[in-house]
């Protein structure tokens, strides 16, 4: 079956007003449990082991340990995933949740969709906002791909909006799992994976404007250098 009609029958069965109103009671945040159809979770499984030897490791102290695998890889080994984030019937979704007119990145950034692996003891991410360089919004998507791990999604709700209580929330990015976010309204992390665990999350970012200050991007490259791609992923001198 087409990529195309495996996600239309799992769009279709989706009650919008109920997803709007708790996005936007959630100052902008959804969780749904199993949104991927087993079909689509399986095919993307299966190119896993292919693309192992993609895996970009860093580890920066007090804030990040993990590995990465950015959109130009994905692309010349794994098209899927980038066919899948282009995919109109996915694009009008989330339009209607978020109520925006959501484009996709540039090619240039390569954060655009990408993977994360948690796959050494100790792997997390700090507390950290996914913050926009673009003049518009940034919309972060995660749809959990393998979860054996007891790493959790922690969240502050509403911590940036004056006046409000934080509450704290968490959750386990089990396989099939869609979260979507604005990334520069939920304060969040990933709590240190334990021994002998895994825990593997294919990551969508959309935007409202792609315009980004030459310093932004300059200061948003570095961002991906470091903490996730490398330099010859980011800094390509090959071009795209
Ligand atoms: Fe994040």
Known sequence: MKLKTEIYQAIAAVDYHKLQAEFQAQNELLVLENFLPNSILDRFLSLLPSLQPAINRNYIPNHKKGGSISRYSLD?????????????TFFEFLNEITAEKLLPCPDTDPHTYALYYYTEPGDH??????????????????????????????????????????????????????????????????????????????????????RMGMLKRFVSNMKDAIAYFGFRQVFRPWGK
Do not use: C, W
């Open 76 to 88: 010349s080994v794994a098209p899927i995933f980038g066919e899948f984030y282009h995919l109109s």
């Open 125 to 210: 991410i700090q507390y950290h906002y996914d913050t926009s360089y673009y003049h518009g919004k940034r919309y972060t998507v995660l749809l959990g791909l393998v979860d054996t791990s007891s790493s959790k999604l922690e969240y502050q709700l509403y911590r940036d909006i004056p006046n409000r209580e934080t509450q704290m929330r968490s959750l386990s990015l089990t396989p099939g799992t869609l979260v979507l976010f604005n990334g520069d309204k939920l304060y969040h992390r990933v709590t240190p994976l334990g021994e002998n665990e895994q825990r593997i999350v294919l990551t969508l970012e959309y935007v409202t404007d792609i």
